[in-house]
């Protein structure tokens, strides 16, 4: 899309949208969002980056021969970590950026100082006291939990699978995503911290999970014969016999109500929000956004979606939006530099 059509189309939905703000900032949760943050000169690092990725990539196609830099080493794409984490320079890292919690309603940023650069937030737990992340360890990634009321960081995974995801289900269950030695993606759940891991999905690759608020439902993404993006769901309590498809899409979350699924999914233009009932039905996107929209995440209250805009699929410039539940009315939520990943 060229600039022009891109601004005619933003001001056309600011026209729709934008002219009659129908909530504050001070309106929103107080809760804060963990994202990865990125200063707006590490952003510039990370476009740079991905010029020089696009400029071995051509190189390849045509053959010619010149230094290659590793694609898969820097890669952007939350749900495809495990590269992330092979040894990347000094400029590969500022474009990981750092863990931080925003306020949502003044923008202020709080760097998460515990946790090293590149780590991702994963989710909360429903208390709002212990934080999900993914980080490093010895050279491997693993699930880390943080207890914002003690200060304490524990390593929750302590196998040899290289772990990309993870999500609290109900007060004390806990689903992960990771490749085992044989190299298959599967999620697997525990009742407690304490519980032993107990594999939930078959031979078919599944990841990005998330829970419904009562714990009994796991919806994840996977890849159709096609290897496109679809979400999918299955209950813990016969996870081989009530596995379902549900739509092409990704980044599924639950509402706190467990109404609506909100997910992103690719239109004949971009990758927009949508939302569904928990068994598929009712889907339809929602919200007039101009831009690419990606990595859903529901609010404490269940009335915001916080969610990553960016202006093309390249994903490298990534701003922080907030749209209300019904669709009316997206906001830029007033964080410097750009936000990746989001938890709220």
Not at 32 to 56: C, G, W
């Amino acid at each position: 899309m060229t600039a022009p059509a891109r601004a005619f189309l933003i001001g056309a939905a600011c026209l729709v949208g934008c002219a009659g703000p129908t909530y504050d900032f001070g309106d929103l949760p107080a809760s804060p969002v963990a994202i990865v943050h990125r200063t707006m000169s590490e952003s510039d690092k990370a476009y740079d980056q991905v010029l020089e990725n696009e400029k071995f990539l051509r190189v390849r196609r045509t053959g010619r021969r010149e230094r290659r830099t590793r694609w898969d080493q820097n890669r952007l794409d939350g749900d495809r970590v495990m590269a992330l984490f092979e040894g990347p320079g000094e400029r590969a890292l500022a474009a990981l950026g750092r863990m931080a919690l925003v306020d949502p309603r003044t923008g202020a940023i709080e760097p998460a100082e515990w946790a090293k650069r590149g780590s991702r937030p994963l989710g909360w737990s429903q208390d709002r006291t212990r934080l999900l992340y993914l980080s490093v360890r010895r050279g491997e990634p693993h699930i880390f939990e943080r207890n914002l009321v003690s200060g304490e960081n524990t390593k929750l995974t302590h196998d040899r699978r290289r772990y990309l995801d993870a999500a609290y289900c109900g007060p004390e269950g806990l689903v992960t995503a990771g490749v085992d030695t044989a190299g298959r993606i599967q999620l697997h759940y525990r009742e407690a911290q304490s519980g032993a891991p107990a594999a939930v999905t078959g031979n078919y690759m599944a990841y990005a999970p998330a829970c419904s608020p009562d714990g009994k439902t796991i919806f994840f993404e996977s890849v159709d014969t096609k290897g496109r993006a679809q979400i999918r769901s299955l209950e813990l309590a016969d996870p081989e016999g009530s596995l379902r498809t549900l739509a092409r899409g990704r980044h599924p979350t639950a509402t706190p109500d467990g109404a609506w699924i909100i997910f992103s999914a690719k239109t004949r233009d971009a990758w927009k929000l949508w939302r569904m009932r928990p068994d598929g039905t009712g889907r339809h996107p929602f919200g007039r956004g101009a831009d690419w929209e990606h990595a859903p995440a529901v609010s404490p209250d269940g009335r915001y979606v916080v969610f990553i805009a960016t202006d093309d699929e390249r994903q490298v410039r990534q701003k922080l939006w907030v749209r209300p539940l019904d669709g009316e009315d997206d906001r830029p939520l007033r964080v410097d530099g750009d936000a990746l990943h989001p938890a709220w």
